[in-house]
């Protein structure tokens, strides 16, 4: 007979329940914000340096 541990919890090892992938308080962390801005702008500048650059060159202008 086995004995159940206490310290495991009654779903450990229960494959047919979905775990919850959610925050807890239904908002974007502030270093997820902070990414995400930085993102934004790498992306901004990376666009009207470069690739602005090139098509306006691509064009004859």
Do not use: C
């Amino acid at each position: 007979m086995t004995e159940k541990n206490s310290e495991t919890p009654d779903i450990a090892g229960d494959d047919q329940t979905a775990y919850n992938f959610e925050y807890d308080h239904g908002r974007m962390p502030f270093f997820m914000k902070i990414i995400w801005v930085g993102f934004i702008v790498i992306a901004t500048l990376y666009i009207v340096n470069h690739l602005l650059v090139a098509l306006k060159a691509d064009l004859g202008g």
